[in-house]
């Protein structure tokens, strides 16, 4: 099916930006701008997933940029399942930041919001790509839209942090990513993403189609397979909204959904196992999992556990893919939402306790669950899913992903599973434990309180997570369609 909707997903968060820069001076409005553009963009994207599931494509073509390269869009099952999760994140998302902002009463807030945005554009138009080189533009097009709101504190802290960011992000694709794109146009001819795989059949040596694969796991960066992880720890300067921008909507989605795109669609299933490349890759992301969730465990400032948890959480979504199991391959697919609603409901919380006491090391919340009741349950249900505890949705995801380790006969990776569970429930459940039962500090109880701007979405996401583990079928279904 032709339709301009693919394009219009990504023209709304577009001019919704430019409405922002318009409304500088009139604040309360400028602040209406991004929940009813995200509201508008979800109901674009929500149009889309009827033809989606029933099998279809929604096409546009626009230009072309060379012989077999156009600027063009696809919506399938994959980039639905991207577009949806981050154009439902959006709306609460908008919503959170707008209380968050106020209530710190932060400087820059008309940048902020515009590039807040602008990245939801990129996401899009990433999600609906339909070759790797509208892809890369739109991955390219986010970094930098996001390097702003890293650096939004404008400190000393805030440039150090941002500068890794953007060296990070932009260094990988400046380097191994673009080599890789001009490897497989000179092999293939083309750049589209081909069901079975556009490299699949291709007359090409495996070292030089080994070497191809391997420039696109680490340059895409954003997927943050270790060594390539350090700039997302070092994003945690930026205000909590962005973190969850950055953890859950947008940015590191987009790295792990370009891996998923190049296992897919740029060398397939078939070529991945015939090379002996999924098993290599599954064992560099499984001590990716197992490395990040130690180091979560040192961690005392809350967003930077919580940003390692997200380093291991993503290899979980690779790990699926490359086992070249059908039902591992649904769960790393399933797992882009899954982690998706109970990583922002984290980072959320994580938001409401500093805007609430000001506190962001765990060892200094004890007792504050007391206080902040809706924000520390949400908590809770948030590190249930995370940990995979039924019937959250996370449950949902590393079932699918265990199954799928004994369907392809990979017991070592059903092991890192558990063990990398069991490191979950380690870092997470003592920060409930300590802010329900500890010993709370001497404060005056109207210090800390709730603030219903924040509460609200953040209970919202938490409900959205739980809603996913007994309601996965819309997941599910769009996650089956692309593993056929």
């Known amino acids: 099916m032709i339709s301009i909707r693919p394009l219009l997903a990504v023209a709304v968060p577009v001019l919704a930006a430019l409405a922002v820069l318009l409304l500088n001076k009139r604040a309360k409005l400028r602040d209406v701008i991004s929940p009813l553009a995200a509201i508008a963009m979800f109901a674009i994207v929500a149009s889309m997933a009827p033809t989606v599931l029933a099998g279809g494509t929604v096409d546009l073509r626009l230009f072309e940029i060379l012989p077999g390269i156009d600027f063009a869009f696809r919506v399938d099952a994959l980039g639905m399942v991207f577009a949806t999760v981050s154009s439902l994140l959006w709306i609460v998302a908008s919503i959170y930041s707008i209380g968050y902002m106020r209530h710190l009463n932060e400087h820059a807030q008309t940048r902020f919001f515009a590039c807040f945005a602008a990245s939801l554009a990129a996401a899009a138009g990433g999600a609906f790509a339909a070759n790797l080189f509208t892809l890369v533009i739109f991955y390219e097009v986010l970094s930098l839209v996001t390097y702003p709101l890293v650096y939004h504190h404008e400190d000393e802290e805030g440039w150090t942090g941002s500068r890794k960011y953007l060296v990070y992000l932009m260094g990988a694709s400046k380097s191994v990513l673009l080599a890789a794109l001009a490897l497989t146009y000179n092999i293939a001819g083309s750049l589209d993403f081909v069901p079975g795989g556009l490299l699949a059949g291709v007359n090409a040596s495996a070292p030089l189609l080994t070497v191809v694969y391997f420039c696109y796991l680490f340059g895409f960066a954003k997927a943050a397979v270790m060594p390539m992880h350090a700039w997302l720890p070092a994003a945690m300067v930026a205000p909590t909204p962005v973190s969850a921008l950055l953890h859950a909507v947008a940015v590191v989605k987009m790295g792990v959904f370009c891996v998923l795109r190049v296992v897919f669609h740029v060398f397939g299933v078939g070529l991945v196992g015939g090379l002996g490349l999924g098993i290599a890759t599954a064992y560099v992301v499984s001590f990716t999992i197992l490395m990040a969730s130690i180091y979560a465990l040192t961690r005392d400032d809350l967003k930077a556990r919580l940003a390692y948890s997200t380093v291991s959480q993503l290899s979980y979504i690779v790990l699926g893919a490359v086992l070249l199991s059908p039902i591992a391959m649904v769960g790393g697919i399933i797992h882009i939402a899954a982690h998706a609603f109970s990583k922002i409901t984290l980072f959320f919380c994580a938001g409401s306790i500093y805007c609430a006491s000001g506190k962001r090391n765990i060892s200094d919340m ?119």
Do not use: H
């Open 366 to 484: 004890a007792g504050i669950g007391r206080r902040l009741p809706w924000t520390m349950g949400a908590f809770f249900v948030g590190s249930l899913s995370m940990i995979g505890v039924p019937p959250a949705a996370g449950f949902i995801s590393k079932w699918y992903l265990a199954r799928g380790s004994v369907e392809a006969g990979e017991t070592p990776f059903l092991i890192v599973l558990l063990i990398s569970s069991v490191l979950n429930a380690a870092y997470f459940l003592p920060v409930s434990y300590a802010a329900f039962f500890g010993t709370e500090a001497q404060e005056s109880p109207a210090t800390v309180r709730e603030i219903p701007m924040l509460t609200i979405p953040l209970v919202a996401t938490a409900i959205l997570s739980v809603a996913m583990g007994i309601f996965p079928d819309y997941f599910v279904a769009l996650a089956e369609r692309v593993v056929r």
